[in-house]
T-cell receptor, first 113, second 115 residues
Framework: QKEVEQNSGPLSVPEGAIASLNCTYSDRGSQSFFWYRQYSGKSPELIMFIYSNGDKEDGRFTAQLNKASQYVSLLIRDSQRSDSATYLCAVNGNTGTASKLTFGTGTRLQVTL | GAGVSQSPRYKVTKRGQDVALRCDPISGHVSLYWYRQALGQGPEFLTYFNYEAQQDKSGLPNDRFSAERPEGSISTLTIQRTEQRDSAMYRC?????????????FGPGTRLTVL
C-alpha cells in the first residue's frame, strides 16, 4: 500500500463545475495535509493546507479532512481553464518524521469548455 | 530574494562525474528540504536541515549523495560518480520553521541529465 494515494486521472470537468480531488494516506499519526498545484514543467505551488478534521475554505478552494477515514480532499468550485494542472496531495509524518512531506503521484485535472 | 532559487536550472553531465546543485532558500527560513521528482510522480523526500544541522537524511538513495548547509542558509546537494539513474528534477523547498505545521515553498528545480 502506497503511503499517499491519489487517482492519477485525468479528471475532466466542464468550466464552472465543481472539481473534487481525493487522497488517502496510510500513516494514522500524520498531522498535517497539503495540496499543491503543479502546472506542466513548473514547480509545485502550495494552495491549501489543513490540520484539523472538517472543512477549510479559501476562495474557490475547500480542503476537507477526515482523520478517522484517513482521507483528505480538495474541492474547486467554479472551475476555470486556468485550474487545469496536476494536484499533488502531501502528508506530513508523525512526530519522528514531522518535517518530511510524503507526496502522492498527483491527479491531473482538465477543465474543459 | 522573494522566493527559493536554485542553480543551475539545467545540468548535463557524463556518467561518473560529480555534480553540485545549489539552493538559496527564502530569506529567514530556518528549514530547507531537498526532494527529487521523476516524471509523472510527486516529489520524493531526500533530506532536510534546520539551520545548519542536517535533521533527516533518510531519503538519500546511497552514499554517493550528500548535502550540506554550512552557514544555515545556502545548501548544496552533491552527487558523486553520477549514474544515468540519477537523472531527474531535483527540487529544493524551504519553510519558516520545521515541525509538522510548516508550509514548504518550492524553488524552480534543477533538471539533471546524466549521459
Amino acid at each position: 500500500q502506497k503511503e499517499v494515494e491519489q487517482n492519477s486521472g485525468p479528471l475532466s470537468v466542464p468550466e464552472g463545475a465543481i472539481a473534487s480531488l481525493n487522497c488517502t494516506y496510510s500513516d494514522r499519526g500524520s498531522q498535517s495535509f497539503f495540496w499543491y498545484r503543479q502546472y506542466s514543467g513548473k514547480s509545485p505551488e502550495l494552495i491549501m493546507f489543513i490540520y484539523s478534521n472538517g472543512d477549510k475554505e479559501d476562495g474557490r478552494f475547500t480542503a476537507q479532512l477526515n482523520k478517522a477515514s484517513q482521507y483528505v480532499s480538495l474541492l474547486i468550485r467554479d472551475s476555470q481553464r486556468s485550474d487545469s494542472a496536476t494536484y499533488l496531495c502531501a502528508v506530513n509524518g508523525n512526530t519522528g518524521t514531522a518535517s518530511k512531506l510524503t507526496f502522492g503521484t498527483g491527479t491531473r485535472l482538465q477543465v474543459t469548455l | 530574494g522573494a522566493g527559493v532559487s536554485q542553480s543551475p536550472r539545467y545540468k548535463v553531465t557524463k556518467r561518473g562525474q560529480d555534480v553540485a546543485l545549489r539552493c538559496d532558500p527564502i530569506s529567514g527560513h530556518v528549514s530547507l528540504y531537498w526532494y527529487r521528482q521523476a516524471l509523472g510522480q510527486g516529489p520524493e523526500f531526500l533530506t532536510y536541515f534546520n539551520y545548519e544541522a542536517q535533521q533527516d537524511k533518510s531519503g538519500l538513495p546511497n552514499d554517493r549523495f550528500s548535502a550540506e548547509r554550512p552557514e544555515g542558509s545556502i545548501s548544496t546537494l552533491t552527487i558523486q560518480r553520477t549514474e544515468q539513474r540519477d537523472s531527474a528534477m531535483y527540487r529544493c523547498a524551504s519553510s519558516m520553521t520545521g515541525g509538522p505545521y510548516n508550509e514548504q515553498f518550492f524553488g524552480p528545480g534543477t533538471r539533471l541529465t546524466v549521459l
